[in-house]
């Protein structure tokens, strides 16, 4: 992309996520805070990521419709993730357009052509990671910030190993991530990404995570969400333990024990997170080039520190 094609494409995201402002407005797309809301007020407009499916729009008309099994996988998860935020839709509804996305990006990206056991691990794995990243709207500037430095990170690690094609949807991606942190990484959000923004940005991330994983035989990409995941889990497994029911809204993730808990202001909490995943990820595309044996032993020091972390804070907050 020249700079013309960076500030045109920059200046129609701006348009178009102040004219979405405006139709939720007046449409009443408004967020109600849930249980896992860390927020309270009722006047923030929900659905405001939809920016991040116009920029991927707009890339694909920019790249000569490249990837068109992956686009048409987010137009579908968009479209039912979108019908969501404007009326709540039963879970099944969304768990079925999920998987049907899923197996369109697995298409596009050959990972259908593995054996079953791989294929059925990365349909479980890619839904799983679509609905996670969904619970990180509920604090400002979480699914913004961590974006921002995942599609970054993704870039380089693109560029540093020759272009590969679907380097125009990161950008627009990236500079999408930036339009949408003007109106929600502040003290009081203007917006919530809503179901729309935080499932379709998890599924643009999972195009270059699966492709790198193809090309480089190595599951190091998969770190690159590695605070929020280990964060994700384990909250899972906790309230498997006390039997709660893990569909259901809650307010148990550790960043959300910190805003709660502690007091911390959301920025705070939401950059936290997006420093500690800079730093891995800076330690990761170092990592790339290591011999198999020691990328494993990288990883998993990665994520028992993360889970040290994450039961050590539990820990002390249990009881504030």
């Given at each position: 992309?020249?700079?013309?094609?960076?500030?045109?494409?920059?200046?129609?995201?701006?348009?178009?996520?102040i004219?979405?402002?405006?139709?939720?407005?007046?449409?009443g797309?408004?967020?109600?805070?849930?249980?896992?809301?860390?927020?309270?007020?009722?006047?923030?407009?929900?659905?405001?990521?939809?920016?991040?499916?116009?920029?991927?729009?707009l890339?694909?008309?920019?790249?000569?419709?490249?990837?068109?099994?992956?686009?048409?996988?987010?137009?579908?998860?968009?479209?039912?993730?979108?019908?969501?935020?404007?009326?709540?839709?039963?879970?099944?509804?969304?768990?079925?357009?999920?998987?049907?996305?899923?197996?369109?990006?697995?298409?596009?990206?050959?990972?259908?052509?593995?054996?079953?056991?791989?294929v059925?691990a990365?349909?479980?794995?890619?839904?799983g990671?679509?609905?996670?990243?969904?619970?990180?709207?509920?604090?400002?500037?979480?699914?913004?910030?961590?974006?921002?430095?995942?599609?970054?990170?993704?870039?380089?690690?693109?560029?540093?190993?020759?272009?590969?094609?679907?380097?125009?949807?990161?950008?627009?991606?990236?500079?999408?991530?930036?339009?949408?942190?003007?109106?929600?990484?502040?003290r009081?959000?203007?917006?919530?990404?809503?179901?729309?923004?935080?499932?379709?940005?998890?599924?643009?991330?999972?195009?270059?995570?699966?492709?790198?994983?193809?090309?480089?035989?190595?599951?190091?990409?998969?770190?690159?969400?590695?605070?929020?995941?280990?964060?994700?889990?384990?909250?899972?497994?906790?309230?498997?333990?006390?039997?709660?029911?893990?569909?259901?809204?809650?307010?148990?993730?550790?960043?959300?024990?910190?805003?709660?808990?502690?007091?911390?202001?959301?920025?705070?909490?939401?950059?936290?997170?997006?420093?500690?995943?800079?730093?891995?990820?800076?330690?990761?595309?170092?990592?790339?080039?290591?011999?198999?044996?020691?990328q494993?032993?990288?990883?998993?020091?990665?994520?028992?520190?993360?889970?040290?972390?994450?039961?050590?804070?539990?820990?002390?907050?249990?009881?504030?």
């Amino acid at each position: 992309m020249n700079t013309t094609a960076y500030v045109l494409t920059a200046l129609g995201l701006v348009s178009a996520q102040i004219g979405y402002l405006r139709l939720a407005r007046y449409f009443g797309i408004i967020d109600r805070p849930n249980d896992r809301s860390s927020h309270t007020g009722l006047t923030t407009v929900r659905g405001g990521g939809i920016v991040f499916f116009v920029a991927e729009l707009l890339a694909f008309w920019y790249s000569g419709f490249a990837y068109p099994f992956f686009f048409l996988g987010l137009c579908w998860v968009a479209l039912v993730s979108f019908l969501d935020d404007v009326r709540p839709l039963p879970g099944g509804y969304r768990l079925v357009a999920q998987c049907v996305g899923m197996a369109l990006l697995m298409y596009q990206t050959g990972a259908m052509d593995q054996n079953g056991w791989i294929v059925g691990a990365w349909l479980l794995v890619g839904v799983g990671i679509l609905n996670a990243y969904n619970f990180m709207d509920g604090i400002n500037g979480m699914t913004a910030w961590y974006s921002l430095v995942t599609v970054g990170t993704l870039g380089v690690w693109q560029w540093q190993r020759q272009p590969a094609g679907e380097e125009s949807f990161l950008w627009f991606a990236l500079i999408a991530l930036l339009v949408f942190s003007v109106v929600n990484a502040r003290r009081q959000a203007i917006c919530f990404a809503g179901d729309v923004g935080s499932v379709s940005m998890a599924f643009i991330i999972l195009l270059p995570m699966v492709e790198l994983i193809n090309r480089t035989h190595s599951y190091l990409p998969v770190l690159l969400l590695a605070v929020y995941g280990v964060d994700t889990v384990l909250t899972i497994g906790q309230r498997l333990y006390q039997r709660q029911n893990i569909f259901r809204a809650h307010r148990q993730h550790l960043y959300q024990w910190l805003v709660h808990r502690l007091n911390w202001p959301h920025l705070a909490v939401s950059g936290l997170y997006a420093l500690a995943q800079l730093a891995i990820n800076t330690v990761v595309i170092q990592a790339a080039g290591w011999p198999v044996g020691e990328q494993w032993w990288l990883a998993g020091a990665i994520v028992i520190t993360l889970t040290g972390v994450y039961a050590s804070l539990k820990g002390y907050l249990r009881n504030k």
